[in-house]
């Protein structure tokens, strides 16, 4: 018997109402985070734009984290591509192996508290600290984290799983007050390096990425205690 065609006529907004309506009704009190990996260079960028405002409007998001590390023609990030982005919402911009591509890291970073370079870069000052959001509309405080791997990559990297060993508790503290949330993206290059930081963490991240291969893997999971993960969300 012959197969019948599949239709893909679907419009974009078509794609995203369906979406809505069947996610809405289990996430109607949540803090809703929409988390974008690596946007690579000026088609990049245009989807970003386009895709967004739509996004958000779709799906009621209240916070934004994008990888911007190859938004510069795929290498780095330039002060005038940030503030071009920042029209969109973004809320906070993620990095990974390309982060000092571009010099202007070093301004934008002095400048403006949204740009987070991986925490367990070495001989970087002051990149450990973890920086945090306040979302008033959800009276909610979003930790953001990004660490780099250590497998396969050129450069060397504190040990990620031990970054936040003895501060585990005190965040657990903050977790179960229900005000804080955690979120982290993972730049690495091995799936069971990022697999092994979700499990390492379970219960402690809410929402777990993997991002720096550019393509998306197919193993998308909420943990038994709660946190949503995936090995790389893929590029835009």
Known sequence: MQNKPRNYSYTNSAFFNVLSEQITPSLNNSLRILMIGDVVGQPGR?????????????FGVDFVTVN??????GFGITEKIYLSLMELGID??????????????????????????PQNLCDVSGVEN?????????????HVFNL???????????????????KKENYLDKVNSSSHVLIADIHAEATSEKQAMAWLYNG?????????????????????????????????
């Not at 990974?96 to 987070?116: A, C, M, P, S």
């Open 68 to 73: 911007g590390e190859n938004l510069a023609g």
């Open 92 to 117: 906070a911009f993620t990095m990974g192996n390309h982060w000092k591509d571009k010099k202007d890291i070093f301004v934008l970073r002095e400048k403006y508290n949204n740009i987070i370079l």
């Open 46 to 58: 245009t989807a970003l734009k386009k895709l967004v405002p739509l996004l958000k409007k779709s």
């Open 204 to 236: 402690l991240f809410a929402a777990l990425i993997g991002t720096h291969t550019h393509t998306p893997t197919f193993d998308a999971r909420l943990t038994e205690q709660g946190t949503a993960f995936v090995s790389d969300v893929g590029m835009t």
């Open 148 to 166: 780099m791997g250590q497998f396969a990559m050129k450069d060397n990297y504190k040990n990620p799983f031990q970054f936040l060993v003895n």
């Open 130 to 142: 973890v920086p945090v959001f306040y979302v008033e509309n959800k009276k909610k405080y979003v």
